[in-house]
């Protein structure tokens, strides 16, 4: 018998295989905070830095990097009309039971509605 009940369901699950090849191909960037609860998350700078770039090249769409970068656990303001965007993810880290606070900062240059460039800090710098 054909219920609401299973056409939803159905429903759900096309529209789930349908999504499920464009997100494998594009792929997400570490998740900060995993970064954080790693061994070494002061020395991820290159890395995340790298993976941006094999996912932003200069051209995509501000909308693609503000996604990836939200996928990622940061926070993004709205793209400025001069131009430049600015996401940040912030923690705290503890570290010989001191508490300090710790943020990733992805500053995306953009014109005409595109990445041009972007930054990848960490404050603090190192540990």
């Known amino acids: 018998m054909f219920t609401l009940k299973t056409a ?4 759900v699950a096309t529209v789930s295989l349908l ?5 494998a191909e594009t792929g997400g960037i570490p998740n900060f905070r995993s970064i954080e609860f ?3 998350p002061a020395g991820m700078v ?15 769409s501000i ?13 993004c303001r709205a793209p400025k009309a001069s131009g430049g965007m600015r996401c940040r993810y ?12 710790v943020s990733w900062t992805v500053n995306v240059g953009t014109v005409d509605d ?3 460039s972007f930054t ?3 404050d603090p710098a190192s540990d």
């Open 90 to 101: 912030s923690d705290i880290q503890i570290q010989d039971d001191i508490m300090q606070d």
């Open 19 to 23: 999504a499920a090849p464009a997100s």
């Open 114 to 116: 595109k990445v041009l």
């Open 63 to 75: 909308a693609d990097a503000r996604a990836l970068l939200r996928g990622a656990g940061a926070h």
């Open 8 to 11: 939803s369901l159905s429903l």
């Open 120 to 122: 990848v800090t960490r």
């Open 38 to 40: 790693g061994p070494d």
């Open 46 to 60: 290159d890395d995340v830095r790298a993976n941006l770039a094999a996912r932003l090249p200069a051209g995509s």
